[in-house]
């Protein structure tokens, strides 16, 4: 067994061999030892995009190919700049080093359940707690300093100006209804007024979404717990990071799209509002609808983006 970790030149390769823990668990282990880890019972991470193991109820080591340096750059900078800044727990950093060139993080382990293995199942009271817990939560994110966050590529005009360009042919690639890539063009066109380019940026964190948060239990209610994975982060402007929640949890309920807006701090959403986020959800850097909005037959129940962006963004 080579205790030496290989480069790959394209991500599938890579996702082959994190597939087969067998190939690099004993290479995290030695990492682990050389830390001074209890690695008797270690824990594989098989969803993720990394190489993520546990160790014990404490600390999570994570190590990251050359081919995805700009996550460990995001999640580094992420827990250092975050560190202490909000009300909800996130991982700290204990150590970090280099392994053949692949840059690696041991960082603490939240307590709480995955946000996906509870949300299905909670009331829509609770589930209206939560989604206003998470506008609060991405609020808060986005009132810290940027810091060294600021030098994160791409930055935000070459960004939008980028998916915009790529917007038509990525929705007809993935299969999006002619009926709502009909309008594409028009809400293309009016988002270059709809989103600020320059406007000053904040943190955005992506992806909101119940892989990525964990909730608690207390007194029979159930509030979030606890905030990890920042690979994806980017900076930009704010209303991108309402997008998580809107698509993969509200389900166009309008309880839970005002608890979310009013958390983040907005009233009820207005037609130019419900417009920019109809063209932040198409321009995001992981856009499918068909994949992604969790409303049963919204292919149905709407003729058009513009009804789609008041069934989503209802009330």
């Known amino acids: 067994m080579s205790m030496t970790l290989s480069h790959f030149t394209d991500a599938e390769r890579f996702r082959a061999f994190r597939s087969d823990s067998t190939r690099w668990l004993p290479i995290a282990l030695d990492i682990a030892r050389s830390h001074g880890?209890?690695?008797?019972?270690p824990q594989v991470f098989a969803t993720g995009t990394n190489l993520v193991v546990g160790f014990g109820e404490k600390l999570i080591l994570k190590i990251f190919p050359p081919l995805l340096l700009a996550q460990f750059v995001s999640e580094r900078g992420s827990l250092t700049q975050l560190a202490g800044r909000l009300h909800l727990p996130i991982p700290g950093i204990v150590a970090e080093g280099m392994r053949d060139g692949w840059p690696y993080l041991i960082i603490t382990r939240l307590a709480g359940t995955l946000g996906s293995e509870v949300w299905p199942s909670l009331p829509e009271a609770?589930?209206?707690?939560?989604?206003r817990q998470l506008g609060e939560t991405i609020a808060a994110v986005q009132r810290a300093p940027l810091g060294p966050l600021s030098q994160i590529e791409p930055r935000w005009d070459a960004f939008m100006r980028r998916q915009m360009q790529g917007c038509r042919s990525r929705h007809e690639r993935l299969g999006l209804a002619p009926k709502f890539l009909a309008g594409l063009d028009d809400l293309l066109s009016d988002a270059t007024d709809l989103i600020p380019m320059d406007a000053p940026p904040v943190i955005l964190i992506g992806e909101y979404i119940p892989e990525n948060f964990l909730l608690a239990c207390h007194n029979s209610e159930w509030s979030?717990?606890?905030l990890f994975d920042f690979g994806d982060v980017l900076t930009g402007w704010r209303d991108y990071d309402l997008l998580g929640p809107s698509a993969f949890m509200a389900a166009g309920r309008p309880g839970r799209v005002r608890s979310l807006l009013e958390g983040f701090g907005y009233a009820k959403p207005d037609y130019a509002l419900k417009r920019r986020l109809m063209a932040l959800m198409l321009l995001h850097r992981a856009s499918d609808l068909n994949s992604h909005i969790c409303i049963e037959g919204w292919q149905d129940k709407a003729n058009d983006l513009v009804e789609l962006q008041d069934l989503i963004w209802a009330g």
């Open 37 to 41: 880890l209890d690695v008797s019972s």
């Open 126 to 131: 609770q589930k209206e707690r939560v989604m």
């Open 224 to 226: 979030l717990a606890g």
